[in-house]
């Protein structure tokens, strides 16, 4: 009796993330892949739920000095999709990042995972000539360059500003008239890159595992749309129901004046100010990036406003579940 081929295995790290949950259930949706999921606890709710779904799961931390258990879990595996968690910025010049990125890099290669999709950024050290510091930019890129260097298949993707920023991070303020406050990272006209990690990272993903060859050594960005900020609170309004207005928090003072809490670590305070003043000047993306790659494969990926109808979001805190 003949029996088929196994479909190829693809691993995915930070399974539990929202990049890395939308990578397993887009994989497993598709039926052309087996899924293995990595994360640092078998019971939380998005490894059970990526169980039911079908995948394998084991349990590995995304921390230094796992580099057996990690080569050992990514063994078997045909792809991998390699991701950090948001990791806080430490004393200059060394973090944590591109240590954890190199040893998961180096992990997939010792497994013989054929290739790697490493979720990155570009190099703002690079793009602005040491001007401003932002590294867990600069570190996914060193990692790339890393990446690039080892004996595989490798593929990039690079997401846009998260829409959840605003549920997780720089959640709105309530004023006392019941209308909302969006303080908002960036200032009010300039177009930046936004998407929903949650629902795009898998569908580029998935075509980049189903074009191993087209995509070797691509960069690609991962975008739902290009907007202003302005635009984004004038659509929550319409969308909602909700009155809002805009208040810049792009300056270090008005970062602080509207989320005082940064103030408790000052390289995380340096390194997001620096990272809008970034993208502001230099754009979030290199020029020569495809801007609309991600939707023309994807032409399901959010807008904002799509994202406003499907969540219901009306501007309180919310987290993933994680
Ligand atoms: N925010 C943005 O606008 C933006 C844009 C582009 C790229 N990024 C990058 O995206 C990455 C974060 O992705 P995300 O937002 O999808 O993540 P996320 O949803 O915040 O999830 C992080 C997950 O990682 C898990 N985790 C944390 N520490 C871990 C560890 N040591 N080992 C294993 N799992 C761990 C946690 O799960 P458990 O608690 O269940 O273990 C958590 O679910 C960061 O590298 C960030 O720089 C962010």
Redesign the pocket.
Known sequence: MSTLPDKPLITV??A??????SVATTLLASGRYRVRV????AD????RALVEQGAEAIV????LGRQAELTAALRGSHGAFL?????LPVAPPDQP?LALGRELADAAHAAGVRHVVW?G?ENVQARTQGALWVP??TE?AQVEAHIRSLPMISSFV?????Y??FQ??YVPQRNSDGSLTFAIYLPPDVPMPF?D??TA?GPAVLEIFDHPQRYAGKTLPVIGEILTARQMVDTFTRVSGCEARYASAYSREELLRHFPAFAANEYLLRELVGMVEYAVRYGYYAPERDLEWSRTIDSNALTWEEFLRATRWRGQPAG?G?
């Open positions: 790290a930070g539990s993330s929202k990049q890395g949950r990595l994360g640092r606890r939380s709710a998005p490894i590995v931390p995304l921390e991701m950090t968690p948001p990791t990042e979720s950024l867990h930019f996914k690079y997401l846009a500003f998260f959840s920023n997780e991070y998407v990690p949650l990272t993933y994680a």
